[in-house]
Each structure stands twice: as C-alpha cells, then as structure tokens.
C-alpha cells in the first residue's frame, strides 16, 4: 500500500525556520516525483512545487518560487518542506503528494503549520 | 498566470444529479483531474484524464470534457457526498506547473 505520512504540526514564531517532512512507503519512492500544495485556512489548494526524487531537480510555482525549498533525501524515502523565515501568513495545512504524470494519486494527511507571535 | 474557474457552491437534494464545472482556456488540450475534500481530511483524486475514475470511487461518479469546460457528474447524490470538490490542470504538456480551481463546495440539502 503506497504511503506518504508525513510529520507533526508545529506552533512557530515569525522569523523562525523550519522544516516539514514526507516519508514515502510502498512503492519505489525515486520512481515518482513529489509535490507540496497549500492550504490556507478556509482556502483552497495551492500548488507550490515539486521535486524529482531521483536527481532532486526541482521546479516551483512563481508564487513560492524563492519563499520555500524542496529536498529530498532518497536514502530515507523522505521529502521536506523548508522556510528560512517564517510569516504569519505562512499560517496553513501543507500536504505532500505523489505526482503520477500530471496528477496527484497519493496524500499525505497533512501538516499544520501555525505562525503566530 | 493560468486560471481554472469553478463556481463556489453547488446544492442538491439526496438522490438528485450534481454537476460541477471548471472552465480553462487550455482544457481543450489538457487533461483535467477532480478531487474530493472533506472537512479534516485530505484531498482525494476521484477523477483522471477527464473521465477515468480512480480506484474505488463509486460508479456515480464521471467526468467530462467540452471545449473549454469541463464537467463533474455525480449522479444519484448522497449525503456522504458533501465536500469540496477541486479541479486540477495544467496550462500545457511542457509545463511542469499545476493549476487548481477554486473549489466547489457540493452541499447535500
């Protein structure tokens, strides 16, 4: 059975890092790029980017584009979410997900991420 | 930048037919996918490629496309059905940037 599960939430406060992960199971995991979407509260999706878990190539939405970096460690079948800076309006639930071609056939369960002073 | 446009909020009584579309310019040429959201739990691709059901979706459940606009069907509606459904694109075969529509929230009257 393909799994992502990805880690805890988190209570940060601006201006701090942080950084999120995906732990991929059940199928080969550099077979398959990963992506991180965005869901601010009451909001809906956001695409922020993806990663190759093969090469670690990545490519990012203009609207993430140098806010957030996308890793991967193939090793440990694990993907990560990181920001150098928090904001509070980075305040959101972010999810992982495997890319199947052009669409996502696999979730994690999210992460929730809060920024507040 | 590529936009797909959903209207907010579709109603319907059990056991009718609702229907939720998602208009983009390059649908014509792109695949469109539609996911299932319910409150507290993750997205759940329901549709691929148009028309193809994911695993285990019940057969109320397809997809269309027309032109600009495509459609989601979901026949027979029940109340376990009320979430907010999201279409998913993509403005070309060579772009790896993925578009959601604003969501529509289904409510079950």
């Known amino acids: 059975e393909v799994q992502l599960v990805q880690s805890g939430a988190e209570v940060k406060k601006p201006g701090e890092s942080l950084r999120i992960s995906c732990k991929g199971s059940g199928y080969s995991f550099t077979t398959y790029w990963i992506t991180w979407v965005r869901q601010m509260p009451g909001k809906g999706l956001e695409w922020m980017g993806r990663i190759d878990a093969t090469d670690s190539s990545t490519d990012y939405s203009p609207s993430f584009q140098g806010h957030v970096t996308i890793s991967v460690d193939k090793s440990i079948s694990t993907a990560y979410l990181q920001w150098n800076s928090l904001k509070a309006s980075d305040t959101a639930m972010y999810y992982c997900?495997?890319?199947?071609?052009?669409?996502?056939?696999?979730w994690g369960q999210g992460t929730l991420v809060t920024v507040s002073s | 930048s590529y936009e797909l446009t959903q209207p907010p909020s579709v109603s319907v009584s059990p056991g009718q037919t609702a229907r939720i579309t998602c208009f983009g310019h390059?649908?014509?040429?792109?695949?469109a996918y539609w996911y299932q959201q319910k409150p507290g739990q993750a997205p759940l691709l329901v549709i691929y490629?148009?028309?193809e059901r994911s695993s285990g979706i019940p057969e109320r459940f397809s997809g269309s496309s027309s032109g600009t606009t495509v459609t989601l069907t979901i026949s027979g509606v029940q109340a376990e059905d009320e979430a907010d459904y999201y279409c998913?694109?993509?403005?070309?075969?060579?772009?790896?940037?993925?578009?959601f529509g604003g969501g529509t929230k289904l409510t079950v009257l």
């Open positions: 997900a495997r890319l199947y071609g052009h669409y996502f056939d696999n």
């Open positions: 390059a649908l014509p040429n792109q695949y």
């Open positions: 490629k148009d028309s």
């Open positions: 998913q694109s993509t403005e070309s075969s060579g772009s790896p940037h993925v578009v």
